[in-house]
């Protein structure tokens, strides 16, 4: 009932006009932001940060927290049609999502990127609303070994991204796994591979890489085609470019899986969307019936992702309002922003100011519905762009990677390392290396580095921290992933062997 | 004879006129202002660059648009060379903290370093206490210290980096008392706050703002504060001294450079501007919201300010056996 209540009391403070009109301006803005690649939404909330001191503070936090989530929705749009991955959590719809733009599906994928980001986002929230405090409190036992564990799961799902060979994987990623150790370290203030460049003392950014390897790659590669690319067909009219009865159907697991992960990896403070999203994609991968066809535009590898990066903002959400503990860049900026409007963001939050935790709820429900009603019509416009010829597409791609890149370093030299990454993406598609793992590697090395270490600071150096009950569940699942294929492999040959001998 | 007094007033008045011209056509800024910080957005410096931004606005203190720049990376040593790049640019600041000097010290890549950059003023501390999970068996800084004394390396702080403030005052109590307790960096605010909070480290050295909420909703307790004397919003809490560890933490200062040629008059402007910013309400407000230490200091005492402080960090880090590059 108290629920119900506050609810009721949030959506009135939701509905007024200027909220209302705040939340479409976050929204909208950031589907915006979200479409470009290089500005994200950690840097616009920053920008915007000193506007917000003109406005009601509850408005101002609508129009922020829309520009969170609305970026989610918006990171997809050119992963799917470009290969450039918007936003950091949307590289892994790269993979699927633009196979399906290439066979003419890019409707399809576009649609499903709004609609999985819609039922998980909304999840998000209700999750937020129902669970927010106890959820909170679990988190809290969440500590480096059961991260060190979480990212070793994750780490196995290279067996998933692999293509034909696992040793090409493997090596792919343990590439990823070295970029990640460059830098200045955390623990002893020494620098590692930066080769005396100041520029590398603060490592190597992971979006730069993944713009590299798939957007530059990509281009590369398909310039090199004598043939021009045939021309992909855009079908007309805005139902038959969204996703099909069936494709929904198929991805009624994917909705659930990207919902809760999402949600889940975003309460903990040491997570983060991308690594939500890498996982539910491999979870999505890994209990499918058709796995073959992920990596060729299966629907629930964008369905997934998606859906688990909108999760995760109701996620970040509760250890910051419930606890008052930031877990990411854009919540870290959000936390700053309470404070600076006199708010005392903390264990007390809720209970001192319920207008803004009711308000600010009930309008991502609002914000929710927006941009699903915002985004499907713009699936028609966007997947008219595939009707560029490639003569003008590939241009288009590399002037949007330069300026995403440079609008985040602002500096030459991370450009130069755009070029070198692209054209290691090239080198690795010609001699068949997949480019995912890296990526994976790269995402989940300095995590689970960290957390290595911290362990083993806080054991004196002993390892059975690792062996703490929720560690070890997680090794365990992770142990299997790893043995399985190798069982399946011995269990091909055996019957091989026995069908020759008989 | 009273009309060569005349003359001689009248000459006298306009040499009077006439050194007083350039006093009058004084420098300001023509174009838009660069604030450039070491952190990405949402973090301290880049906060406080946009608040300061903010106020400056706010008071009719600026005339043109001021303009927060971020480099992050290499903890200052990419913002130091951006600032240094523009050599004699009147329209360029930093905003500086305690970590820019640390780097200078341990970072043999940073070619450029605060040390290089005018100073244009101090102008706050950043304190900081020590806290415990409330149901910690430890009420006082010296129970903590004993228990460590007793079972070396078994109790465990959170912080950041090892050549952070968190980590130097633990060196400080552990040389002065003999204890030994483990050190666990994360890299950010909020996981040092949540391995305290979930019992995975039994201490950490906390922001009073944030510190303040969790004490009040019965999460934390503070056991002694590292400010010399006892912060407004911890009236009950000890200073380290009154807790009985004859130890001098070193200040985190906040403060403003420019370009290392930035034109006298242009940085003799902006240390005017810093010190009337200081005067107003709004500033006043953020200084008390934000639990801060206001301590001013103009361009020059600013320097000898992280002389001292790269002094006493340099003689922190040998004794931490953490590598001195410079």
Same mark, same amino acid.
């Given at each position: 009932m108290e629920v119900f209540s506050g609810l009721l009391q949030g959506f009135q403070v939701a509905l007024t006009a200027s909220n209302l009109t705040l939340c479409v301006v976050g929204v909208v803005l950031g589907t915006v932001i979200g479409v470009m690649p290089g500005l994200g939404p950690s840097a616009t909330i920053a920008m915007l940060l000193p506007l917000t001191f003109k406005l009601e503070p509850t408005g101002a936090m609508i129009m922020l927290a829309g520009i969170y989530y609305g970026a989610k929705y918006g990171g997809s749009t050119t992963s799917i049609l470009l290969n450039v991955p918007g936003e950091s959590s949307s590289v892994v719809t790269c993979i699927d999502g633009y196979q399906m733009a290439r066979k003419g599906r890019a409707g399809a994928a576009l649609g499903m990127a709004a609609i999985a980001s819609f039922i998980a986002g909304t999840f998000g929230v209700v999750a937020l609303m129902l669970v927010a405090p106890p959820l909170a409190q679990m988190s809290l036992a969440f500590s480096a070994p059961e991260y060190f564990a979480l990212m070793v799961l994750g780490l196995t799902m290279v067996v998933l991204l692999a293509g034909e060979s696992l040793t090409k994987a493997v090596l792919a990623m343990l590439v990823g796994l070295w970029i990640a150790g460059m830098g200045t370290d955390l623990f002893t203030a020494t620098s590692r591979f930066t080769f005396g460049r100041l520029e590398l003392l603060g490592g190597i950014d992971f979006i730069i890489v993944a713009i590299g390897v798939f957007a530059i790659g990509e281009v590369i590669g398909n310039m090199e085609l004598e043939k021009p690319a045939q021309m992909i067909p855009v079908p007309k009219g805005l139902r038959n470019l969204l996703p099909t009865w069936d494709d929904m159907k198929r991805c009624r697991f994917a909705f659930l899986n990207g919902s809760v992960v999402g949600f889940l990896i975003g309460v903990l403070p040491g997570a983060g969307a991308t690594i939500a999203s890498f996982l539910s994609y491999g979870i999505e991968k890994g209990v499918s019936r058709h796995p073959e066809e992920f990596g060729h535009g299966a629907i629930e590898g964008v369905a997934a992702p998606e859906g688990a990066n909108n999760a995760e903002t109701g996620g970040a959400l509760v250890p910051l309002l419930t606890l008052g503990i930031p877990g990411s860049g854009t919540t870290a900026i959000l936390l700053a922003a309470l404070v600076l409007w006199g708010f005392?963001?903390?264990?007390?939050?809720?209970?001192?100011?319920?207008?803004?935790?009711?308000?600010?709820?009930?309008?991502m429900y609002i914000g929710n519905v927006l941009l699903l009603v915002l985004n499907l019509p713009l699936v028609a416009v966007f997947a008219q762009l595939l009707k560029v010829p490639s003569y003008a597409m590939y241009p288009l791609i590399l002037g949007i990677s330069i300026v995403g890149v440079y609008s985040v370093s602002s500096s030459m030299f991370h450009l130069g390392l755009l070029a070198g990454f692209g054209l290691l993406g090239y080198a690795m598609r010609k001699l068949d290396y997949p480019t995912a793992p890296l990526v994976l590697g790269l995402v989940l090395g300095d995590p689970m580095e960290k957390a290595l270490r911290q362990s083993l600071m806080m054991s004196q150096g002993d390892l059975s921290i690792l062996l703490r009950p929720i560690p070890s569940v997680l090794l365990g699942i992770a142990a299997l992933l790893l043995v399985v294929p190798i069982f399946k492999k011995f269990n091909a040959v055996r019957v091989q062997v026995i069908d020759r001998e008989a | 004879m009273q009309r060569a007094r005349n003359i001689v007033a009248a000459t006298l008045a306009a040499i009077a006129v006439a050194t007083a011209l350039p006093a009058l056509a004084q420098w300001t800024p023509t174009k @838009? !202002?660069?604030?450039? &910080?070491?952190?990405? #957005? %949402? *973090?301290?410096?880049? $906060?406080? +660059?946009? /608040?300061?931004?903010?106020?400056?606005?706010?008071?009719?203190?600026? @005339? !043109?648009?001021?303009? &927060?720049?971020?480099? #992050? %990376? *290499?903890?200052?040593? $990419?913002? +130091?060379? /951006?600032?240094?790049?523009?050599?004699?640019?009147?329209?360029?600041?930093?905003?500086?903290?305690? &970590?820019?000097?640390?780097?200078?010290?341990?970072?043999?890549?940073?070619?450029?370093?605060?040390?290089?950059?005018?100073?244009?003023?101090?102008?706050?501390?950043?304190?900081?206490?020590?806290?415990?999970?409330?149901?910690?068996?430890?009420?006082t800084l010296k129970e903590f210290v004993d228990a460590a004394k007793a079972k070396p390396g078994a109790l465990?702080?959170?912080?950041?980096?090892?050549?952070?403030?968190?980590?130097?005052?633990?060196?400080?109590?552990?040389?002065?008392?003999?204890?030994?307790?483990?050190?666990?960096?994360?890299?950010?605010?909020?996981e040092r706050l949540a391995a305290l909070l979930g019992g995975h480290v039994d201490i950490m050295v906390i922001e009073p703002q944030e510190a303040g909420e969790q004490v009040r909703a019965g999460k934390l307790r503070v056991?002694?504060?590292?400010?010399?004397?006892?912060?407004?919003?911890?009236?009950?809490?000890?200073?380290?001294?009154?807790?009985?560890?004859?130890?001098?933490?070193?200040?985190?200062?906040?403060?403003?450079?420019?370009?290392?040629?930035?034109?006298?008059?242009?940085?003799?402007?902006?240390?005017?501007?810093?010190?009337?910013?200081?005067?107003?309400?709004?500033?006043?407000?953020?200084?008390?919201?934000?639990?801060?230490?206001?301590?001013f200091l103009p361009g020059e005492q600013f320097r000898a300010s992280i002389q001292e402080i790269s002094k006493q960090l340099r003689e922190q880090f040998v004794l931490a056996g953490i590598k001195v590059v410079r």
């Amino acid at each position: 009932m108290e629920v119900f209540s506050g609810l009721l009391q949030g959506f009135q403070v939701a509905l007024t006009a200027s909220n209302l009109t705040l939340c479409v301006v976050g929204v909208v803005l950031g589907t915006v932001i979200g479409v470009m690649p290089g500005l994200g939404p950690s840097a616009t909330i920053a920008m915007l940060l000193p506007l917000t001191f003109k406005l009601e503070p509850t408005g101002a936090m609508i129009m922020l927290a829309g520009i969170y989530y609305g970026a989610k929705y918006g990171g997809s749009t050119t992963s799917i049609l470009l290969n450039v991955p918007g936003e950091s959590s949307s590289v892994v719809t790269c993979i699927d999502g633009y196979q399906m733009a290439r066979k003419g599906r890019a409707g399809a994928a576009l649609g499903m990127a709004a609609i999985a980001s819609f039922i998980a986002g909304t999840f998000g929230v209700v999750a937020l609303m129902l669970v927010a405090p106890p959820l909170a409190q679990m988190s809290l036992a969440f500590s480096a070994p059961e991260y060190f564990a979480l990212m070793v799961l994750g780490l196995t799902m290279v067996v998933l991204l692999a293509g034909e060979s696992l040793t090409k994987a493997v090596l792919a990623m343990l590439v990823g796994l070295w970029i990640a150790g460059m830098g200045t370290d955390l623990f002893t203030a020494t620098s590692r591979f930066t080769f005396g460049r100041l520029e590398l003392l603060g490592g190597i950014d992971f979006i730069i890489v993944a713009i590299g390897v798939f957007a530059i790659g990509e281009v590369i590669g398909n310039m090199e085609l004598e043939k021009p690319a045939q021309m992909i067909p855009v079908p007309k009219g805005l139902r038959n470019l969204l996703p099909t009865w069936d494709d929904m159907k198929r991805c009624r697991f994917a909705f659930l899986n990207g919902s809760v992960v999402g949600f889940l990896i975003g309460v903990l403070p040491g997570a983060g969307a991308t690594i939500a999203s890498f996982l539910s994609y491999g979870i999505e991968k890994g209990v499918s019936r058709h796995p073959e066809e992920f990596g060729h535009g299966a629907i629930e590898g964008v369905a997934a992702p998606e859906g688990a990066n909108n999760a995760e903002t109701g996620g970040a959400l509760v250890p910051l309002l419930t606890l008052g503990i930031p877990g990411s860049g854009t919540t870290a900026i959000l936390l700053a922003a309470l404070v600076l409007w006199g708010f005392k963001p903390g264990p007390l939050f809720i209970q001192d100011s319920p207008q803004l935790f009711w308000g600010l709820v009930a309008s991502m429900y609002i914000g929710n519905v927006l941009l699903l009603v915002l985004n499907l019509p713009l699936v028609a416009v966007f997947a008219q762009l595939l009707k560029v010829p490639s003569y003008a597409m590939y241009p288009l791609i590399l002037g949007i990677s330069i300026v995403g890149v440079y609008s985040v370093s602002s500096s030459m030299f991370h450009l130069g390392l755009l070029a070198g990454f692209g054209l290691l993406g090239y080198a690795m598609r010609k001699l068949d290396y997949p480019t995912a793992p890296l990526v994976l590697g790269l995402v989940l090395g300095d995590p689970m580095e960290k957390a290595l270490r911290q362990s083993l600071m806080m054991s004196q150096g002993d390892l059975s921290i690792l062996l703490r009950p929720i560690p070890s569940v997680l090794l365990g699942i992770a142990a299997l992933l790893l043995v399985v294929p190798i069982f399946k492999k011995f269990n091909a040959v055996r019957v091989q062997v026995i069908d020759r001998e008989a | 004879m009273q009309r060569a007094r005349n003359i001689v007033a009248a000459t006298l008045a306009a040499i009077a006129v006439a050194t007083a011209l350039p006093a009058l056509a004084q420098w300001t800024p023509t174009k @838009p !202002v660069e604030v450039i &910080v070491h952190t990405g #957005p %949402g *973090g301290g410096s880049d $906060v406080l +660059a946009r /608040a300061i931004v903010t106020m400056m606005e706010k008071e009719k203190l600026v @005339p !043109v648009r001021m303009q &927060v720049i971020n480099k #992050p %990376g *290499g903890n200052g040593a $990419v913002a +130091a060379a /951006a600032l240094s790049e523009k050599g004699n640019d009147s329209h360029t600041l930093g905003l500086v903290t305690s &970590v820019w000097i640390a780097n200078a010290l341990t970072t043999a890549e940073a070619k450029v370093t605060v040390h290089d950059l005018k100073p244009i003023a101090q102008l706050m501390l950043e304190p900081a206490v020590f806290a415990v999970k409330a149901d910690s068996p430890y009420k006082t800084l010296k129970e903590f210290v004993d228990a460590a004394k007793a079972k070396p390396g078994a109790l465990k702080q959170s912080g950041g980096s090892v050549t952070s403030r968190d980590n130097i005052v633990r060196q400080q109590l552990q040389h002065a008392t003999g204890a030994k307790w483990a050190y666990v960096s994360f890299p950010g605010g909020g996981e040092r706050l949540a391995a305290l909070l979930g019992g995975h480290v039994d201490i950490m050295v906390i922001e009073p703002q944030e510190a303040g909420e969790q004490v009040r909703a019965g999460k934390l307790r503070v056991l002694a504060q590292l400010s010399e004397k006892r912060l407004p919003g911890y009236p009950d809490a000890p200073t380290l001294k009154e807790a009985g560890f004859d130890i001098q933490p070193t200040p985190q200062v906040r403060g403003v450079v420019a370009p290392p040629a930035m034109p006298a008059d242009a940085a003799a402007y902006w240390e005017g501007r810093f010190a009337r910013l200081r005067e107003t309400p709004s500033w006043k407000k953020y200084v008390a919201d934000n639990q801060l230490e206001e301590h001013f200091l103009p361009g020059e005492q600013f320097r000898a300010s992280i002389q001292e402080i790269s002094k006493q960090l340099r003689e922190q880090f040998v004794l931490a056996g953490i590598k001195v590059v410079r």
